[in-house]
């Protein structure tokens, strides 16, 4: 999680494991039992409209289980950088943690403030620098799974009805990452116009679209596997001889038809693991439908958004 100082990182977070509390959509999510005690003390005044959670002076990490049924639980260490660590000149422990962070992690959430975004030409300065980092430090990697931007544009509500007017203005800043991600194949990306607290507004939305990625990233993980099997057993069965099974035996090497059934239970097992996966897919669809498309700035269609009870 990354943003400016006071960009709504830490509410966000007590806002989206509350919110999940009560209204389990498609997972649980759980955390260690002083953590979750904590978030839901927090999340409860921030519901309510009592205040917000305190402010952050160092990184923290969140422990998390995303859990149901079927489907293997998806382990989450949800980190909370202190405000501008990616953009802080200082060559102090949170930038060189920051940097460690980034080249393991699984996702980014990137936040701006509503109200910063629209004229600060600070905030933007801030996010133009921040963005060819990002995507270096992704693009260097070279992983095979897709890494899922989330912009959060928070505090929504502190516009009002100017929000209409100024949601170009929101997106604009976010340009130059949604086309360096159309660029490139290792990512996906979408903003969410976010307010947290009594007027709850697209709280679960990021947490579940993340998801759908992890989601559609195990089903490709199982359909690759599916496919080698069912190659090497083409090839095994192609050329399983008398002769062959007999250098098999002399050299003490499994057999075609040995390394076929191995195959086989594999395949057996990724088809098995695909058809809970794609339940889930085809919920997270559902769930996430009524944000319509992405447009090619990456903001969202018509900028219609349901509210969403916290
Ligand atoms: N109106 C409104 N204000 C918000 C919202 N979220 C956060 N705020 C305000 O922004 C302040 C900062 O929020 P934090 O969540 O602490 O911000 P942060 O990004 O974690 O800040 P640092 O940890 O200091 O970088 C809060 O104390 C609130 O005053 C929101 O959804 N709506
Ligand atoms: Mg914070």
Known sequence: MLGHSNAGKTTYLTA???AMQHDPRIFQISAGRRDHRRLMR???VLAAGRGYPPPSDARSVHEFVASRDGIDPVEISWIDHRGGAAVAKTADGQARRLQEDLSAADA???F???ERLVGHTHSQREID???PMLLRAFGDRGGSSTIPFAVLITKVDALGDALDELRPALHRPFTALMDGVRRAEWAVARSFEVACG???RNVVEPLLWIMQAVIDDRIDTHYTGLDASLATMRTKVAEDKVSARFRAHV???????AIVRGELEKAIGALAALRPLHTVARELAAALAHLGAVEPDGAPEGGQHQAVPS
């Open 251 to 257: 050299n003490g090497v499994p057999t075609g038809q």
């Open 42 to 44: 927090s999340g409860r």
């Open 112 to 114: 701006g403030d509503a």
């Open 198 to 200: 009594p007027s709850a």
């Open 108 to 110: 980014v959430l990137l």
């Open 16 to 18: 989206a494991y509350y």
């Open 129 to 131: 620098t921040l963005v």
